[in-house]
């Protein structure tokens, strides 16, 4: 079965709209991240996030690891924040191995 | 500026070709990663490295080789027997292989079989 969903899979947003990308995986885990992926193809991580709430500037993380769910919010978009974000996990079963999500594709138009 | 550099950016290569990707890091981490990664789709690990000459098989290795003869440096061989070889391939490190530790990627590698 899927191990690691994203969703929606795809997102088109105005500028200063704000939103919330969700990743829901299906066993417990050891870590999990989110990256950014680029239009160029550079993925950038945003968060280190295996339980917990974190926050960086516009951008926070809610990981609650007892529901298997994961939630990246994005306040006042910003064209830059476009690109593809994904969620990648690493099981408790399966150390060494991030496996990533597909990915939630995020246009966003001024 | 510390980080990782693959090389080249992009590539073409003829059906029956071996291509040597190249990745360096400079970050001091241990472990080093290989990504593959189709349109639309999110990334699937080839090989991994924690240390020096020792790597292991991720989910898809069948078609691709490594070597990891020093930390810096972690090159994927994408071989003939690699039946749908067209990606973009981008290459990870991490402190350590496991646990609490967070990816750091280079900006990739796009090969194109013609």
């Known amino acids: 079965g899927i191990q690691v969903e994203q969703s929606p899979p795809d997102l088109i947003l105005q500028e200063g709209a704000n939103s919330t990308l969700r990743c829901n995986f299906s066993d417990s885990v050891n870590n999990l991240q989110w990256f950014h992926q680029n239009p160029w193809g550079q993925l950038i991580n945003l968060f280190y996030?295996?339980?917990g709430t974190k926050q960086n500037g516009r951008l926070s993380a809610t990981t609650v690891a007892t529901e298997r769910y994961s939630l990246l919010y994005i306040s006042s978009s910003q064209t830059t924040d476009s690109g593809v974000y994904f969620c990648a996990v690493e099981f408790s079963y399966n150390t060494d191995k991030l496996i990533f999500g597909t990915g939630t594709r995020l246009q966003v138009f001024p | 500026d510390g980080g990782i550099t693959q090389s080249p950016k992009y590539l073409f290569r003829k059906e029956g070709q071996n291509v040597t990707l190249s990745c360096e890091q400079n970050?001091?981490?241990?472990?080093m990663y290989w990504y593959r990664q189709d349109p639309g789709q999110g990334l699937r690990l080839i090989y991994y490295s924690q240390i020096v000459n020792d790597f292991q098989k991720g989910d898809i290795a069948e078609g691709y080789s490594v070597s990891r003869e020093k930390k810096e440096s972690f090159p994927l061989t994408v071989t003939s027997a690699q039946k749908n070889p067209t990606a973009f391939y981008l290459c990870?490190?991490?402190?350590?292989?496991?646990?609490?530790?967070?990816?750091?990627f280079g900006a990739g590698s796009r090969l194109t079989v013609l």
């Open positions: 970050l001091n981490h241990d472990a």
């Open positions: 990870a490190s991490s402190e350590q292989g496991s646990g609490a530790n967070v990816l750091t």
């Open positions: 996030i295996p339980s």
